[in-house]
């Protein structure tokens, strides 16, 4: 079946601008989780859905970003005046609401701030 | 708080010799345990977990992987490598509760010699 896809799966844009980068989890999967991966910094949490429960912010770097789920699907993770160290691949992942730790990895998206 | 360590940066093995990916954590019980492989351009692809259970676990493309609760390990196993496992390998702890978010290591970049 279809995996977890994601777009773009690169983006470049101009520091100070806005970016908004979509995920579209397994069809069934009720959780759904952003992570960032950056040289340096390597693998970071940053948001979590599960179902119709408060979404878990807690690994979101600074108040600049922000995500939604509509309709308990697709996900947009947006970035507002995008600076150079938000260079990184964003990677999405979602899983089942009875195996939550099992994940799923979308292709990610390359996000290049110049 | 948890934490992952994957001491080897990068390892270079012969094609054909055996392969152990070293990994560490940290965590107040036993967590839930995972390895992902990552080539190229592509996303995080699941390996095995550990959850419970037989502490030798199997997962695809022949690995294996052992929880030593003593040693707080879960190191990666093949005991022979083919030039198209050349890639980035991740541990990642989970927290049993369903909190959804995974812990990386740094990762360890596996070089394969012909």
């Known amino acids: 079946g279809a995996g977890v896809s994601q777009s773009p799966s690169n983006k470049v844009t101009e520091k100070g601008k806005d970016v908004e980068l979509r995920c579209d989890p397994i069809s069934g999967h009720t959780a759904l989780y952003w992570y960032r991966q950056s040289l340096g910094q390597g693998l970071e949490f940053l948001i979590y859905?599960?179902?119709?429960?408060?979404?878990?912010k807690s690994g979101l770097p600074s108040d600049r970003f922000s995500a939604e789920r509509t309709g308990g699907s697709v996900s947009t993770l947006t970035i507002q005046r995008t600076q150079q160290e938000d260079s990184a691949v964003y990677l999405c992942a979602s899983s089942l609401a009875r195996d939550p730790d099992t994940q799923y990895f979308g292709p990610g998206t390359r996000l290049t701030v110049l | 708080a948890q934490s992952v360590t994957q001491p080897d940066i990068h390892i270079t093995v012969s094609e054909g010799a055996s392969l152990e990916l070293r990994c560490n954590y940290s965590y107040g019980a036993t967590p839930y345990l995972f390895w992902y492989v990552q080539s190229p351009g592509q996303g995080l692809q699941l390996l095995l977990k550990y959850f419970s259970g037989d502490t030798l676990v199997q997962g695809i493309k022949g690995f294996e992987a052992e929880f030593k609760r003593s040693q707080s390990s879960f190191n990666l196993r093949k005991p022979s490598v083919h030039w198209s496992d050349a890639a980035e390998y991740f541990c990642?702890?989970?927290?049993?509760?369903?909190?959804?978010?995974?812990?990386f290591g740094q990762g360890t970049t596996l070089q394969v010699k012909p």
């Open positions: 990642a702890v989970g927290a049993r509760g369903n909190t959804g978010k995974l812990i």
């Open positions: 859905f599960q179902g119709n429960s408060a979404p878990d």
